[in-house]
């Protein structure tokens, strides 16, 4: 549902900050995309969305490819991307009907799935006023409830639970579950491993734009045997350092 192959980015026809990262997300999972700051998951998540153009590799959501087929692509998935400041003259309901607009969401389902996830994130009192005057944990829940009013296959976050409170974190990994139960596909970056471990079939850990580890978190810990996943998780990156 959701590919990499071979991606690979270049910054200022130098620095590679995504070195040949694959994978592949299938149906009905929830994956964890994990790695330190500075790692490279926004720059996957930019080329899998068709914001950024890979240097080499290709992705393809829903069997279109990001690039060839990037209107179909585009129509198979929801982003949030990791930076909520965005339009903030716009009161929430503006920007929310702006995406599902672009969307082209039916007006019945646009009302019902606003409704819903405004409720669900505590914010249907806030829906008129404008985003210049919310917190930064409002504009984060808002985008998230504009992104997923178009309820495609594909759900990608970039950390996503940044600045969310505890309920609407939990409001958002039900939410997350119910859709990969119903047979689609989530993928979410995060660099704390802890929200990956309790939600996640599958996760992706990269650092340095490298592939450190694809798979479940207990064939992880099962690998590293007495260790806790933040300590496995800071010796990978440690592992990686020396050996580069
Ligand atoms: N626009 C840019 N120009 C140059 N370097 C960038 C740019 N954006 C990100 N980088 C660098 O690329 C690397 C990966 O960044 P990023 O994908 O944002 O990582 P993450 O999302 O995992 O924190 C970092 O070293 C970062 O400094
Ligand atoms: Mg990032």
Known sequence: MIKAEH?????GG????????????????IVGFAGPNGAGKTT??????????????????????IVKDALEAKKSF????DN??????????EYINFIADIYKVPSDERKE????????????DSLLTPMREYSHGMRQKLMIIAA??????????????????????????NLMREHASKGNAVLFSTHVLEVAEKLCDHIIIINHGKDLYQGTVEKLEDEHKGKDLEEIFLDLINYRKEDL
């Open 7 to 11: 991606l690979s980015f270049v910054y």
């Open 78 to 81: 929801a982003y949030v991307a």
């Open 84 to 93: 909520p400041d965005v339009l903030l003259q716009l009161s929430g309901l």
């Open 148 to 173: 997923l009013t178009h309820n495609p296959p594909a759900w990608i976050l970039d950390e996503p639970m940044t600045g969310l409170d505890p309920s609407a974190a939990y409001e958002l990994k």
């Open 113 to 124: 799935r606003v409704a819903d996830l405004s409720e669900r994130f505590g914010m249907s």
């Open 44 to 65: 996957v998540i930019r080329m899998l969305t068709g914001v950024l153009k890979p240097a080499e590799g290709r992705a393809e959501i829903n069997g279109h490819d």
């Open 14 to 29: 130098s620095f590679k900050a995504v070195d040949d990262l694959s994978f592949h997300i299938k149906k009905g999972q």
